[in-house]
């Protein structure tokens, strides 16, 4: 089992910056892929950055140039720094661990989400 716990949310003005924090423990060295996504009030939970064990990086169209997904291995840490933010930011933040099968199921774990609100 993998245990995440974010930290970091808050309330920032447009332009502004946060960074999160996602401290994960248990069993990680099942997890290959570490994850932020987001959920704005009404809408689907949405993808914004993922990274792998290597280091490899993807992102949301909309976050790129303005988010940096980044990861500690020794500290079990994944962290999001978010830039230049935009009203349209708002929303909880949910960092996720994915356990790739070898039948090519995944395995997502879940922290219990950081809102972020971003005034304008």
């Known amino acids: 089992q993998v245990q995440l716990v974010e930290s970091g949310g808050g309330l920032v003005q447009a332009g502004g910056s946060l960074k999160l924090t996602c401290v994960a423990s248990?069993?990680?060295?099942?997890?290959?892929?570490m994850a932020w996504y987001r959920q704005a009030p009404g809408k689907q939970r949405e993808l914004v950055a993922t990274i792998t064990s290597s280091g490899y990086t993807n992102y949301k169209d909309s976050a790129k140039g303005r988010f940096t997904i980044s990861r500690d291995n020794a500290q079990n840490t994944v962290y999001l720094q978010m830039n230049s933010l935009k009203p349209e930011d708002t929303a909880v933040y949910y960092c996720n661990g994915k356990t790739l099968k070898a039948t090519g199921a995944t395995l997502d774990y879940w922290g219990t989400g950081t809102l972020v609100t971003v005034s304008s």
């Open positions: 248990g069993t990680m060295f099942s997890v290959n892929v």
